[in-house]
């Protein structure tokens, strides 16, 4: 898991079936003080209406993932799993 700020939304006309009617975002992990960019930008699968701006909470873990979306073979690698309240960053 790791927390990362949505910086901004994407499309796809095509997509594998297990990702139909999901909203992709493209979000910036952050270091351990919730500023500093980790890496490269990530695209995520968002399940919870998460908005540009905002502090997600994300995870690669393949097993919550099939969960999540009730699936057993996705090409889904990154999720958000929830939205950080702004009251506590």
Do not use: C
């Not at 901004?8 to 006309?13: F, I, K």
């Not at 701006?53 to 799993?81: C, H, Q, Y």
């Amino acid at each position: 898991m790791q927390v990362a700020l949505v910086v901004g939304h994407s499309s796809s006309t095509v997509k594998h079936e297990t990702l139909a009617r999901q909203k992709l975002l493209v979000t910036q992990p952050l270091m351990a003080d919730g500023v500093s960019p980790d890496g490269a930008p990530l695209l995520v699968v968002d399940r919870f209406g998460a908005g540009a701006g905002e502090r997600v909470i994300i995870t690669s873990d393949g097993k919550a993932i099939r969960e999540m979306f009730g699936v057993e073979n996705s090409p889904i690698r990154w999720a958000v799993l929830g939205i950080v309240d702004p009251t506590y960053e």
